[in-house]
């Protein structure tokens, strides 16, 4: 009985030192898996506060981004120069003086203007007719041109991004015979780099005794 009890007792201290062994695995496996867990909390902080200034950037950000437009207001160029190139249509023009007729002159214009707003300016023209030549007036009286000299203060209009309304009074002035004109017309510039722009321009003249339409290709640098 006492050889049979030792002999069972083997598996049993056997099983115990195997429960022991299971214990002890699991219990060096739990320490391990706090060590491991508590390094990465340690190393999740900085990668938390590092999410977190991430983050706050990104909504600084977003919230700057209206700001962009304050930016664009510091940004807002008021004075613009243009210079012109065309032609000005003189329908009872005569280059000879022997019978009215279409009279095409070369011109140059140089223009200034000053922006109140982003749709809203004042402008001051000028043209400079290349040509010399005889004009019918409105009672059939005729009239020398010689190389006449135009100046307009305008009143500019934008109603939408780069077309440009303009209307103003002015005078054409020359050796022989003064007028009084008014001129309205368009303008549209479409921005290239560095401020530039690159457009063309059609207005129409009154002017006392005749009338012109004029045509032109700009070049306008704003600052």
Sequence with gaps: MTAGIVHAGVPVRASRR??????????VALLLLGAVEQVDAQEAGPRQEARSVVDAGVTATQEQAPGEHESGEEDFKRHKIIFMYGTTWVPQGDPHGERPGLMVVPTLGVDYEFWLTHKIALGVLNDFELSS?????????????EYAYVLVVAFIY????NLSLFLGPGGEFEKNHNF??????AEYGIPIRNHWDVGFSVSYDYKDEYDSVGFGVLFGKRF
Aim: proline share 6%; glycine share 12%; with cysteine.
């Design 18 to 27: 195997g429960l022991a062994r299971c214990f002890h695995v699991v219990a």
């Design 133 to 145: 030549y005889v004009v019918e007036g409105h009672e059939g009286e005729e009239f020398e041109r």
């Design 158 to 161: 934008e109603p939408i991004p």
């Design 180 to 185: 009084f004109i008014f001129r309205v017309g």
